[in-house]
C-alpha cells in the first residue's frame, strides 16, 4: 500500500513542473494508465493552483531579482499573445501542458487577468484530456515503453 502510494505521489510530483513527465514516470513505474492520466492531472492542478493564488506576488518577486528588464517580445510571448488573442483562457489552458508547462501557464493566465474560476475550470479540463491521452499513448505504445526504458 506505501510503495503504491509513493509511485501515484511520483507520478504527481514529476507532473508538476513538466507535464509528461507525469506519464513517463507512471510508465517506468509501471502504474496503470489510468492512474496515470488522473495523477498527472493532480500534480498540474497542485502547480496550477499554488501558481494561481500566488502568481502576483511570484512575479513582483521576479520583477525584484532581475537585473536588465525582461525581453517584451521573446518568442514565447508571441505566441502567448497570439493564442490569447484568439482564443483565450481556453487557449492558454490547453496549451498548457504541451508548450506553456503547468509553471507558466497559470502565470501568463494571471497576467491576462483571467479570474480564478475560469483558470481552475479550463485548466482543470485541460489537465484530464492531456493525462488521459499521453498516458494512454505512453502505456499502449510499446515503443514509446522501448524508448522510455
Known amino acids: 500500500m506505501k510503495s503504491l502510494l509513493l509511485k501515484y505521489l511520483s507520478v504527481a510530483l514529476a507532473s508538476t513542473l513538466k507535464f509528461f513527465g507525469g506519464p513517463i514516470t507512471g510508465v517506468i513505474l509501471h502504474v496503470g494508465w489510468l492512474e496515470t492520466a488522473l495523477f498527472s492531472a493532480l500534480g498540474m492542478m497542485f502547480s496550477v493552483v499554488i501558481l494561481t ?3 502576483n506576488g511570484f512575479q513582483q518577486l521576479l520583477q525584484k531579482r532581475r537585473k536588465s528588464p525582461p525581453k517584451k517580445f521573446s518568442k514565447t510571448n508571441r ?14 489552458a ?4 504541451p508548450l506553456f508547462t503547468p509553471l507558466f501557464g ?9 479570474p480564478r474560476n475560469s483558470i481552475f475550470l479550463w485548466m482543470t479540463i485541460s489537465a ?10 505512453a502505456h499502449k505504445m510499446t515503443f514509446i515503453q522501448e524508448w522510455i526504458r
Request: net charge positive.
Open 128 to 137: 484530464i484530456v492531456w493525462g488521459l491521452a499521453v498516458s494512454y499513448i
Open 79 to 92: 505566441i502567448a499573445v497570439k493564442v490569447w488573442k484568439k482564443f483565450g483562457i481556453i487557449g492558454i
Open 94 to 97: 490547453f496549451l498548457t501542458p
Open 106 to 114: 497559470p502565470l501568463l493566465a494571471v497576467a491576462f487577468r483571467v
Open 53 to 55: 493564488y500566488a502568481g
